[in-house]
């Protein structure tokens, strides 16, 4: 029984270093009350970062690590030495049950093996997801998924992940019965990939589940904030999020050349400084941090490795919520009961 | 041997109408001498449309057709009548060499269906691939494809779409070695699927075609400028399309709304206008359209249903390039060349 009060955290892991990683966990603190954290990492530069948050430390513990796993460290020579680095401890202490949710700013691919490795998949699962939410238009965020883990999948693993989806949504989003819909190239029945069509059949079919089946989505309408969840192989997924950030920034780039073109526009960019800022803010990553890895036998979420103090805050409360909602154990009986539903 | 001074116009097709259609080809006759145009429809209609355009009836020929092929249509219904519609006469002008190239903006899917059948695919070809040039911060546009035509590839046919996806920028963007890369999920050689990696391989031998293999793009960098041509399955090739069109539509829509929620951003994008419109121009559809399905035994360009005077006349100066160029019969001669060198 893992401790539902408990998270660990890589503090050594991320591009912005200790200090801001402190900083982010503290903020989280403020909000969820009740939440006690491991820090781990290299215990005397912790110890003195913790010194600019007093209110942290009261709720904190220093769990010394003497390694630190690199950026560009392959995957499997960090697990070599997985016991001995910052990130592979915060692991093991979710897989000892002294916290209930790791998390990292660390190296994806190396974390995504270490939690694999540790703790285990859920029954049936083959290989665990990556879901991450996305800002959209609508109320809330949208949480996509598989975002590369799996490059090539079969109806099965899509339809796992529409349920361990859904089951995320419902906790981070707060939603009853988001609504489900799989990643197509059109929006009519006979469109896209067998694999496609024979999970969509399978998830109609789940009225018991507390989620809505919407059928399919188009790469022009993730963002429409019509859909809460949107489900694809980690081939699809990674293209659509790579080019969805493509093409925000290059939207970017083409306003501020505009805007620098002349006097006249710079004046009209001044003035209009408050509505960028909003646009801005909208689309800032760090009100949509926090990639999850759906179905290991823990919860292990990886913050982005260039999130600020407000990033890390959003990562550790999206952790706070699941622990607090014993995340693991929904996720393995809405699982079961599809797999019934199936047999 | 196909009639390269003169282009098939299906002057019914696309949603806004004869007089557009019209007042494109018009636009376009201007900028390349001796070219003539056979315009497919209603022979009273457009008729009368040529009233406005006394120069255009100089240079071209009305073609009676008594039917239209309806956007809403399925492919399989258009076809058993293709002989009696607009887009049907259009294709069948290139069959029987009265013209070089066809011109619709009509439904995609029964151009797509009625090309092949009529005009047949390249020797090697199986299906034919659907491209698209695409805006970026370099100099030219990149020319996409499969972008939907093929939902899964082998490596062969990821083979051929590199080197006829060349052959048309050679042409349509006017450069003499293309810079043409494989769509994929990282940039490291190990990345991806087995047809990936397998279409890699023989694309880095291909030295002897005017064209540089460049490896593999993630879907962040599409539009960065430093490719002419990417390929992929029509699958991810639609996704990253579609995805790049929404997220583009997402800011300019989270643009607006921030800068109408005061009085000063109100203001500012008063004065700021002509550096937005700039923004709009770079990013008009109309200056990037005609898509053209790649590996027919002739040339047919499919011009965007929405498209205005200008998105005309950009689809009409590629088909007027690509005739000019001989451009069917330069790419069956790569398209041998590789085969040769695979064999």
């Known amino acids: 029984m893992p401790d539902n009060s408990t998270i660990a955290v890589d503090a050594m892991g991320g591009d912005e270093g200790l200090a801001v990683m402190l900083a982010g966990v503290a903020r989280a603190r403020h909000q969820f009350e ?20 007093p209110n942290l430390s009261q709720h904190s513990e220093i769990v010394h690590a003497p390694g630190v796993v690199e950026a560009s460290e392959k995957p499997s020579q960090a697990m070599r030495r997985a016991k001995s680095t910052s990130m592979g401890i915060a692991i093991d202490l979710v897989k000892k049950g002294r916290a209930g949710a790791a998390v990292s700013a660390g190296n994806t691919g190396a974390l995504m093996a270490m939690a694999k490795l540790s703790l285990r998949t859920l029954p049936g699962i083959d290989r665990p997801a990556l879901a991450a939410p996305l800002p959209t238009l609508g109320a809330n965020d949208v949480i996509m998924l598989d975002l590369g883990a799996n490059t090539e999948c079969d109806a099965r693993n899509l339809i796992q992940f529409a349920v361990m989806g859904a089951a995320y949504a419902r906790v981070v989003l707060d939603l009853e019965a988001p609504r489900v819909a799989l990643l197509n190239i059109g929006s009519e029945d006979q469109k896209g990939t067998d694999v496609i069509r024979e999970a969509a059949a399978v998830l109609r079919a789940q009225t018991h589940l507390p989620m809505t089946f919407t059928g ?10 019509d859909h809460d969840v949107i489900v694809c192989d980690g081939f699809a997924g990674n293209i659509a999020l790579k080019t969805a950030e493509g093409t925000a920034r290059f939207v970017a780039d083409l306003l501020k050349r505009a805007f620098s073109s002349s006097a006249r526009s710079k004046l009209g960019f001044l003035i209009s400084r408050p509505a960028t800022k909003l646009l801005r803010d ?18 292990v979420l990886k913050s982005h490795g260039g999130a600020n103090e407000l990033g890390v805050a959003t990562a550790i409360g999206n952790a706070a919520k699941l622990v607090r909602a014993d995340f693991t154990r929904r996720i393995a009986e809405d699982l079961a009961h599809v797999e019934q539903a199936a047999a």
């Open 34 to 53: 009740g939440m006690r954290f491991l820090l781990v990492g290299d215990e005397a530069r912790i110890a003195a970062g913790l010194e600019s948050h």
């Open 216 to 225: 399919f989505v188009e790469g022009d309408r993730l963002a429409r904030g």
């Open 282 to 299: 909208h689309l800032d990553p760090n009100n949509h941090n926090g990639a999850v890895f759906l179905g290991l036998g823990g919860i």
